[in-house]
């Protein structure tokens, strides 16, 4: 079966969607049955990728004309790759501005998110200005985005969804819609203890894109209330990456005095997660939004490093075994997330110990490799 991945705007992003990409492409490469290319903007190579790629000469540009014109070039890049090639099946991210002209009934389509509640969310919490507020949250631009859905997903011979609502959605604008529903995850790795077992810290750790729908600023809060609560209790947060609210999430840890106890730092490779995740005990899953259920990336990551979580009450990440970690009210409770990071404190080298238990549960339930070997059922 020869398959050619289809390398989106993102597909190097230092953080979920990069992550998510390199997932699939490493699950395809180990399966015996599937040759993979790959087709890749310039700038947009992920760390892993297929053997054989084609490139796509040109870097993304920030101008709105310009890159809508870079994405009809891109386009038109794809069907001379095809001219010449013959492929099963096409793989490729959702984008509304390349998707329905590329979709056929060989188009495998992934579809993350709820596209335009996104953009709503974003723009209510002050991500772009007041001109591109206004254009994304148009009618028009509305219009087209729902379009863009319906059109792909008719059009493709599979839509892969991460989460049941997604599904449903799919489902709703059109029962034809071939659907596999297909739970994000993890790399395959080899178990490694890490090497805080005697810190008198409870250490906690953000890495990968930092959003508003993150519930780090809700965090903040929490460890304020916390450590003024309970005088004995001594945490650290790490945020790692980039993102919409960095400089906001920067700005409150100076208004809360909590220089001490919060270390925010630039964006890292991918073959840095590891050192990473050995550094900390619990990760932060605090979500604020619920409109489509969630399948995080970080959540299936955390459990394969045997990590503690800490979850928003949202299906699916609120399926989190008892050992695994602890799941809070949604809405979020400032005092209920503080109270419960004081018993993780205090609970700290019970959590160091179980971390083996939880690899070895994320292993025989959330590798990419597994969820992969679902989908070549549905081909």
């Known amino acids: 079966m020869k398959i050619l991945y289809v390398g989106g705007i993102n597909a190097n992003q230092k953080g979920a969607i990069g992550s998510h990409t390199m997932g699939i492409i490493q699950a395809f490469k180990e399966c015996e049955i599937i040759s993979l290319d790959g087709m890749f903007f310039k700038d947009k190579i992920p760390e892993i990728k297929p053997e054989f790629y084609y490139i796509f000469n040109e870097k993304i540009s920030n101008r709105v004309v310009k890159k809508i014109l870079q994405y009809y070039r891109f386009i038109k890049f ?87 609502k997604l599904k449903e959605y799919c489902q709703n604008i059109d029962k034809n819609i071939k659907i596999h529903l297909m ?100 990760v932060p899953l605090l979500k604020t939004i619920d409109d489509y259920d969630l399948s995080p990336i970080k959540y299936y990551e955390a459990l394969i490093f045997g990590k503690t979580l800490i979850v928003s009450n949202i299906p699916h990440i609120n399926e989190l075994p008892s050992f695994a970690g602890k799941v809070v009210n949604f809405p979020l409770d400032i005092v209920e997330i503080g109270n419960i990071l004081y018993s993780m404190f205090i609970e700290k080298s019970l959590i160091r110990s179980n971390q083996e238990m939880i690899h070895k549960y994320a292993i025989k339930n959330h590798t990419w490799q597994s969820r992969i070997s679902e989908l070549l059922k549905e081909l």
């Not at 590329?102 to 335009?116: G, Q, V």
């Open 183 to 282: 739970l994000n995850a993890s790399f395959k790795i080899k178990y490694i203890p890490n090497n805080i077992q005697k810190d008198e810290y409870l250490n906690i750790g953000h890495i990968g894109t930092i959003t508003y729908w993150d519930g780090l600023t809700e965090l903040l809060y929490a460890i304020k209330y916390c450590i003024k609560s309970f005088p004995d209790c001594k945490i650290r947060l790490f945020i790692v990456g980039s993102g919409s609210l960095k400089e906001n999430l920067s700005k409150t840890v100076l208004d809360l005095n909590l220089t001490e106890n919060v270390v925010i730092l630039n964006e890292v490779p991918f073959h840095y997660v590891r050192q990473f995740y050995n550094q900390i005990d619990i």
């Open 78 to 164: 794809f069907y001379k790759i095809l001219k010449h090639n013959s492929y099963d099946y096409y793989y490729f991210r959702f984008d509304p501005f390349i998707s329905p002209f590329i979709s056929n009934k060989k188009m495998i389509t992934e579809y993350n998110d709820l596209f335009f509640t996104q953009i709503k969310f974003a723009a209510n919490k002050g991500e772009w200005k007041i001109i591109g507020r206004l254009i994304r949250t148009s009618f028009p631009y509305r219009t087209f985005i729902l379009w863009a859905e319906k059109y792909t997903f008719k059009r493709s011979y599979l839509t892969i969804v991460v989460t049941k």
